[in-house]
């Protein structure tokens, strides 16, 4: 018997996405991406998402599946995103699922969103397996988690404010670059020379938490000092340091819980290891300190239905399946699966 050919649907925020998994391979993976709905707002509203979603899913799921080649009845299981994430989004993900996998009369699985990033290195890097470090960064959630073995999952360090992607959507928006903000950054900065200022970097003290919120302070107050004094500095400058402050503890945290563990592998996962700036300085980080790094693509650093499909290939095989009555949950927690 080969491995399992898996439906992944994702609806935990702002994006539709379904995907054809079996093994390592995907078959399909389609996207119907609400940014341009959000972005007039200057971020994500939950009920547009969900309805949004209402919308997307079914074309999706079709589409998905003809891409793949493949016929409902063919699938073995089907996966959807449980939580955490806006729960009117969640439900129009995961009820289709539900609805899909009833009617075919084959396995459903709820699957943890922040699970669904860890497996996302697994689609490309056949030789990605535990134990392993692994940075989550998204717009929700920033975790430093060790994973001892597939489904063992010890979180070492989190933000005790707001995420990363957070952050960067926060800053972007201030300094006037759009939604979503980290790509925004991204590109901006890539002009830019970061050493005009140096944003603090804070929670020097904790190996492997982060905070994010009084970086967006300084960078008001900066900027506002800035204008004051008619010497507001090019924006891709404020860009390349603002990046530059996230990038460095991103990478310092990761490599304090490689150095404290003894880990020889790292990985990453979450929109923000789309980031150009952060996949260069882990990459350097890890080839001087010879330990191997396991970055998905961008396109599957941020969500997708495939990574959810692979977390769910784990959780079938393991017999986890999703009872009917077992409902979405925003405020899942890794630590507790
Ligand atoms: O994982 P994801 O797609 O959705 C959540 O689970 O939240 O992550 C979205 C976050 C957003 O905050 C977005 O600004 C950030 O990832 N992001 C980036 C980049 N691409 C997406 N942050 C920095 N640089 C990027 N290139
Ligand atoms: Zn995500």
């Keep these: 018997m ?34 341009d709905a959000h972005a007039r707002f200057g971020g994500v509203v ?24 493949v016929h409902s009845d063919q699938l073995d ?37 922040m699970e669904g990033h860890l497996f996302a290195p697994r689609l490309e890097h056949n030789d990605f397996e535990p134990p392993a470090i692994v940075l989550l960064a998204s ?25 990363a992607g957070e952050a960067f959507d926060k800053i972007a928006r201030f300094m006037g670059l759009g939604f979503p903000g ?33 970086l967006k302070t300084s960078v008001v107050t900066f900027l506002e000092k800035a204008k004051a004094s008619n010497a507001v500095p090019p924006l891709p400058d404020v860009a390349a340091a603002v990046q530059e402050a996230i990038v460095d503890v991103l ?5 304090n819980a490689v150095e404290a563990t003894g880990v020889e592998r790292v990985a990453g996962g979450g929109g923000v290891l789309a980031n150009s700036r952060l996949r260069a300085r882990l990459q350097e980080e890890a080839d001087r300190r010879g330990v191997a790094l396991h970055l998905p693509s961008p396109a ?17 095989e393991r017999g986890d399946l999703t009872p009917w009555d077992i409902d979405v949950s925003s405020s899942l927690r890794l630590a507790d699966l």
């Excluded at 939950?46 to 080649?69: D, F, N, T």
């Excluded at 959807?80 to 995961?94: E, S």
């Excluded at 975790?143 to 001892?148: D, F, G, L, Y």
């Excluded at 970061?194 to 938490?209: G, H, M, N, Q, W």
């Design 182 to 214: 980290g790509p925004a950054i991204d590109r901006a900065a890539v002009a830019g020379d970061p050493s005009i200022v140096k944003f603090p970097r804070a929670l020097r003290d904790r190996p492997y938490d982060f905070s994010f919120s009084g």
């Design 251 to 255: 990478v310092d945290k990761t490599f």
């Design 139 to 163: 717009g929700g959630h920033s975790q430093i988690v060790h994973v001892r073995s597939w489904g063992t999952y010890e979180v070492l360090g989190a933000t005790i404010d707001d995420a």
């Design 300 to 316: 599957l650093c941020t969500d997708n239905g495939a990574m959810i499909a692979a977390a769910g290939e784990f959780r079938l």
């Design 77 to 113: 299981a089907v996966a959807a995103t449980r939580g955490p994430g806006l729960v009117g989004a969640l439900m129009v993900g995961y009820s289709f699922a539900k609805a899909m996998a009833w009617t075919l009369e084959t396995p459903f699985v709820g699957i943890d969103h």
């Design 46 to 69: 939950p009920e547009v998402a969900a309805r949004a979603h209402v919308e997307a899913i079914r074309p999706m799921a079709h589409l998905a599946l003809r891409q793949a080649g």
């Design 2 to 35: 080969g491995s399992p050919l898996i439906l992944g649907i994702e609806t935990s925020c702002d994006e539709t996405g379904v995907a054809v998994v079996r093994g390592h391979e995907i078959l399909a993976s389609v996207l119907s991406s609400q940014v």
